[in-house]
């Protein structure tokens, strides 16, 4: 069932959420977690070319967002689409603690409540 209204003439056809299979949902909005996260932990550059400065609170959402929807979602995944999201999980949890000027203890840092410990 289409609930979006006609698109307007030579405007690209927005799919229907609901027709859309829950793995590419799932990916997508991990995908994007991901993405602001690494971008709040600094990883990214200004337009300027200098380097961003990192949001370790805003980083620190980001990541234990994604950590709960990547454990939580894994099983249903399967390995073949969890495993590149806990790489990429781990790449940014581990981003978060080199740009901490105090990392936390192992096992308290953001995303390590469903993760464990990131061992760096």
């Not at 590419?24 to 996260?37: D, G, I, N, P």
């Amino acid at each position: 069932m289409n609930t979006n209204p006609s698109p307007a003439a030579g405007s690209p056809e927005v799919p229907d959420i609901g027709d859309i299979p829950a793995v590419e949902v799932v990916l997508t909005v991990a995908m994007h977690l991901m993405t602001a996260s690494a971008v709040a932990c600094g990883l990214t550059m200004n337009d300027d070319g200098t380097a961003r400065e990192p949001d370790l609170a805003e980083a620190r959402i980001l990541i234990n967002a994604l950590a709960a929807l990547v454990t939580a979602s894994a099983p249903d995944l399967g390995s073949v689409h969890a495993a590149p999201l806990r790489d990429g999980l781990t790449a940014v949890q581990r981003a978060f603690r080199e740009a901490s000027a105090m990392p936390d203890s192992p096992g308290n840092g953001p995303g390590e409540k469903w993760t464990g410990p990131i061992v760096t």
